[in-house]
């Protein structure tokens, strides 16, 4: 596939390649083109050259394309879906909920097209003011593999809305999907510059979308490792920053819960995705209580997991995406093991046989009596793999959950609203919720504290975040 710059295919000036695989089975499914500065500098001038058109339609004219591609979009999701698990691994069902969650996200920026988009102040004598919010012109997105359509949604949707123009340079391991739908975008009227997608490396065309002078924003979802070092290239640059980072989300289920409904929330809170989703709960404390029960019952339920290829109608749980998350993931279970950090209870390594030989296929695996100083808590584990801690009580949960460097997303599983109450005030994170975990709807705005970055995606926040004030100031 090519990249899309000014609305057609290109391939990249360097005219290399890489291969996007299929983590199940570790097929070539397409190739890419490796791009270059010059080709970011392509899409740049492209983006800027239109910006003023593009930012002189009406809000709702910007909406009602946006509402369009979200039905073309809808009309192609199974195909679009099957792209997606093609390359990222993810079961089907999973996939074409993040589609449709593309549309949900399209759709509700849309139908914020007829918010003001500016105020008037009053200032007696001295005279009134008009406040204007702008645009600020070429915006620049780099996105991970691991949920690449929705964040596409959350960075191009509230970005265009507001008349800006855009670079998005998705992963290597994940860019066929974006590329598609980045044509149905073109389809639907968005016009040829508006968005551009160049594919490439994050040390090349990555960082080149960040140094470039006529970019004004940069918003990235990533490791906190590329988040840093893009926060250190953007800052000479004083360039307008969100930084989407990793996340240690704890789950906290107290002795009241509803343990059926616990149960089920640390599956899907964990093993979705294969458990690479920044939200994912990464660490999860159980009240003693009912931990024996809890942990029983959890145990059970892993193991009778489907793992297989996502395309298979069974699967409830895919592949790694990649070989480097698989080499990771089985280091780190590897030094768990030789140092007793903790008790596997079920899983703890890559699965072998047939079906998985060619994959990067990993053992939901669930891990008791972690020790504190354990990489399993202390960092964050991107893959099926769930640390369980025993607690006394509500405030040991709460003090050893923020322990962890991430401010993300936290859960509390209970009946008590005290509880509920306590952990919102002190738990660091930036959603908190109770009995559930992972959803992110639209509508609410998103994003962390601490080493889980900067800024707010979604909600009316992340539209005003595309914009700048600008005051007339009339004074008669
Ligand atoms: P990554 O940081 O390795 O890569 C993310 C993107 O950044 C890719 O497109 C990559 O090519 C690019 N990149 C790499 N180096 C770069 C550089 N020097 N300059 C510019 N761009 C560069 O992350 P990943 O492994 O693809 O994704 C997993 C991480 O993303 C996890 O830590 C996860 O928690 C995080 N994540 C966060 C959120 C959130 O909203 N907070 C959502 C999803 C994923």
């Known amino acids: ?51 003023l058109e593009w930012s002189e339609k009406t809000m709702r004219e910007r909406g009602l394309i946006l509402f369009r591609a ?3 979009v809808r009309e192609e999701h199974k195909r679009l879906a099957r792209l997606l698990t093609m390359e990222q691994g993810k079961p089907l069902r999973e ?20 918010q003001p988009a500016g105020d008037a102040v009053r200032l007696g004598g001295q005279g009134d003011c008009m406040v204007v919010n702008e645009p600020l012109g070429v915006c620049g997105a780099i996105i991970p593999w691991n949920m690449p359509v929705i964040i596409m949604g959350w960075k ?9 123009t855009m670079v998005m340079k998705p992963s290597s391991t994940a860019p066929l999907t974006v590329l598609s739908i980045s044509k149905i975008l073109g389809d639907a009227g968005i016009p040829p510059g508006v968005l551009n997608i160049v594919t490439g490396s994050g040390s090349t065309a990555g960082e080149a979308i960040v140094t470039h002078p006529s970019v004004q924003k940069v918003s990235f979802t990533g490791s906190c490792a590329t988040g840093c070092r893009i926060r250190e290239l953007a800052g000479s640059h004083n360039k307008d920053l969100v930084l989407e980072l990793g996340g240690s989300d704890p789950m906290i289920v107290m002795n009241d819960a509803d343990m059926d409904n616990a149960v089920e929330g640390a599956v899907r809170g964990r093993f979705y995705n294969a458990g690479q989703t920044c939200t994912a709960v990464k660490r999860l404390f159980v009240h003693q209580d009912i931990a024996e029960s809890f942990i029983r019952r959890l145990t059970s339920r892993v193991e009778a997991l489907h793992v297989k290829n996502g395309l298979d109608s069974l699967a409830e749980m895919g592949p790694l995406n990649n070989r480097q998350q698989y080499d990771t993931l089985s280091e780190i279970m590897k030094s768990v093991k030789e140092n007793r950090e903790g008790t596997i209870l079920t899983g703890g390594s890559p699965m072998q046989g047939e079906s998985y030989d060619n994959g990067y296929f990993f053992h939901p695996t669930l891990v008791k009596d972690v020790a504190d100083d354990s990489p399993l808590v202390t960092g964050e584990i991107f893959g099926p793999v769930l640390p369980i801690i025993v607690v006394p009580d509500l405030g040991t949960a709460i003090s050893k959950a923020n ?60 539209l005003q975040g595309y914009t700048r ?8």
């Not at 599983?413 to 959603?431: C, N, P, Q, S, Y």
């Not at 004030?469 to 008669?476: A, E, I, M, R, Y």
């Open 1 to 51: 596939m090519f990249m899309r710059i000014h609305g057609v295919d290109v391939p990249s000036s360097s005219d290399k390649w890489r291969d996007v695989l299929n983590p199940a089975t570790g097929e070539v499914i397409d190739t890419i083109p490796e791009g270059t500065a010059d080709d970011v500098k392509a899409a740049v001038d492209s983006a800027e050259s239109v910006f």
């Open 70 to 72: 979200a039905t073309i």
């Open 95 to 114: 996939a074409t909920d993040e589609v449709r969650g593309f549309c949900n996200i399209l759709e509700f920026y849309a139908g914020l097209s007829s």
């Open 156 to 164: 191009t949707a509230p970005a265009l809305l507001a008349g800006n």
């Open 403 to 462: 322990q962890s460097p991430y401010g993300l997303g936290a859960s509390v599983w209970t009946r008590d609203l005290a509880t509920v109450k306590r952990v919102f005030r002190e738990v660091h994170a930036g959603i908190i919720w109770v009995n559930r975990h992972v959803t992110v709807p639209p509508e609410i705005p998103f994003g962390g504290t601490k080493e889980s970055g900067v800024g707010r995606e979604n909600g009316y926040q992340a």
């Open 469 to 476: 004030s600008k005051t007339l100031f009339l004074g008669w």
